[in-house]
Each structure stands twice: as structure tokens, then as C-alpha cells.
């Protein structure tokens, strides 16, 4: 079997259709089929099994797309950063994050990276969930990926970096924001601007409220933490979120309140990796860098 065999295979698995892997690679469906076959004669199982509408692994052929794609990263990431000695280079950091991550976890982080790295690049890659950031961190030459910590993910380093403590957001004027903090008997029964349904930060909040047994009602939902804060700044409901660092309220004029829910369990943010070990050093530098200038965030109304 050679790599490009792996390589081919994995795309087929992940397509779920010989035809499409070939118009991807610019060739025939016959030349993808040969790749599957030489493997199957390799190993002598069969991998793929057709089905009406395309293909699917079969449980041995799943076997081999979890080590192949494993491997096929690992080996990604190692001539990358060969290409970056042989051609002299100082090399670069690439990073998957959230839409706001920059803003409140790494703007301090990046000012002080560059003046002690000053030849190393950053690249940012902006991702939808802590999900999409795994699907990144496996299938490309990313080296981090700032997520929410959330259950272990196969062939994923998950490091805790700051626990965020969960605020309301209120507009002022509300009857809770001038609240020093909220009790779990305020929160039951509210209305809320929901966070994303699918993010590790929304299953942890509902996990958080569960664990309380509190529920609460959805008016609308936001992509994001700071659209949330928008909305419950302009008077257009109350959101749950994370005190983000160097979040501030009630300050310049402004007319956000955050008041302190210390009864829900907080969230944890922080670094997803390949491995850890295999970091380049700018890589690693990075990380310490965010790490070292993330301080806790304070929930101040």
C-alpha cells in the first residue's frame, strides 16, 4: 500500500462516494477504486461496503480510517514544518478559534507573542464550535485550537487554561441589575436569548441548570456570546454567558449589567492538540503566552 493510497481512502470514507473523491481529485472513479482495492488486497478484508446512494466503511475499514487519518495528519504537520527548515524559515503558528476568541482571550496574548517572536507568523482560522476546531485540528496543519472543554475526543489533547464564571446579561432598568448576584430561586422560569443549540457552551449551561433543576424559556437564539450581549444591551431580552475576560459593564454610559450567578457550575476554556509534546516551539510559546496573560475573568455587576 503506498500513502496515497491512505490518503484516497480516507477521502472516500469521509465523502461517502467514489465519484465525488474523483471529480475532488481531478481523475477517473476507476483510478479512486484501484487506491480501495490495493488496500483490500493488503490487508484482505474487505473496506467498503455499496450501498445504493454511495459507500460506507465497513468495521475493518473503519479500523484503517482512524489510524490512516491519524497518521496521515501527524505526517502533514512533520513535512510542513520540514519545509520550514530546509527553506530557512522561522516558521508559524496556526490557530482554530471561535468568533471571539481573539477579542477577549488573546489580543494581550498576540502583542506580546510578536515582540518576543517577532519572525514567527500568525494564522488564525475561525471555526463555528469546539467541534468543528477537532474536525480542523485532524484534517489540516493547525496546531491549536482554542475550544471549550467539553467530554475526551479520540486522538485530541484537551488542556484547561481559565474557568469563566456564568453572568446574567441585563439591560439597566432591569428588576435584577442591580443585584450583587443571582440566586438559583431569581433564575426559575426566565426567558433567555439562547446560546448556540450545539455548542459545548450551551450543553454546559443546560447541564449546570439540570444539576440545579432549573429550566429556562428561549425568546431567540445568537451565534455567538457577544451578539447575546448585544441583544440584552439594547433591552432585547436576558442571555446566560460567560464573564469573558476584560468584559466590563455599566461603565462609559453603557447600559449592560452582568450579574454574578455563582450557583452554576462555571466553564472551562483552553487548548485542543494533536499532542502536546509535538508542538513546534512557537507553538508552544503561543499557548503560554495566552495561558500566562488569560487572567480569570471577574463577574462584576
Known amino acids: 500500500m503506498t500513502l496515497e493510497d491512505l490518503r484516497v481512502f480516507v477521502a472516500v470514507c469521509r465523502a461517502g462516494s467514489l465519484s465525488a473523491v474523483a471529480r475532488d481529485l481531478g481523475c477517473t472513479q476507476s483510478a479512486v477504486s484501484q487506491h480501495v482495492k490495493r488496500l483490500e488486497r493488503e490487508t484482505g478484508v474487505g473496506l467498503l461496503e455499496r450501498r445504493p446512494r454511495g459507500v460506507v466503511p465497513t468495521q475493518a475499514g473503519r479500523v484503517l480510517e482512524a489510524a490512516a487519518a491519524e497518521g496521515i495528519a501527524g505526517l502533514d504537520l512533520a513535512l510542513r514544518r520540514l519545509r520550514d527548515l530546509v527553506g530557512g524559515e522561522s516558521g508559524s503558528v496556526r490557530v482554530a478559534t471561535g468568533a471571539t476568541t481573539v477579542r477577549h482571550f488573546m489580543a494581550d496574548a498576540v502583542v506580546a507573542f510578536r515582540q518576543r517572536h517577532p519572525k514567527v507568523n500568525l494564522e488564525f482560522r475561525t471555526e463555528s464550535s469546539s467541534r468543528a476546531c477537532f474536525g480542523a485540528l485532524a484534517d489540516s496543519e493547525l496546531d491549536l485550537a482554542w475550544i471549550t472543554l467539553g467530554p475526551p475526543v479520540r486522538g485530541i489533547e484537551q488542556r484547561p487554561v481559565v474557568d469563566l464564571p456564568w453572568v446574567l446579561a441585563v439591560r439597566a432598568g432591569d428588576p435584577l441589575a442591580d443585584r450583587t448576584h443571582a440566586d438559583v430561586s431569581d433564575l426559575a422560569g426566565l426567558r433567555l436569548i439562547r446560546l448556540p443549540p450545539n455548542s459545548t457552551s450551551a450543553a454546559h449551561l443546560d447541564a449546570a441548570c439540570a444539576e440545579l433543576g432549573v429550566r429556562f424559556g428561549y425568546d ?26 476584560g468584559l466590563r459593564a455599566g461603565g462609559n454610559g453603557g447600559d449592560l449589567r452582568l450579574v454574578p450567578l455563582p450557583a452554576l457550575r462555571p466553564l472551562t476554556v483552553g487548548w485542543a492538540v494533536r499532542h502536546w509534546d509535538a508542538l513546534t516551539p ?9 495561558a500566562e496573560l488569560t487572567s480569570p475573568p471577574t463577574a462584576q455587576p
Do not use: H
Request: hydrophobic share 55%; glycine share 6%; proline share 9%.
Open 282 to 290: 512557537p507553538a508552544r510559546a503561543f499557548a503560554d503566552t495566552v
Open 220 to 245: 431567540t437564539s445568537v451565534a455567538d456570546w457577544d451578539t447575546a450581549l448585544l441583544l440584552a444591551e439594547l433591552g432585547l431580552g436576558r442571555a446566560v454567558v460567560p464573564a469573558l475576560p
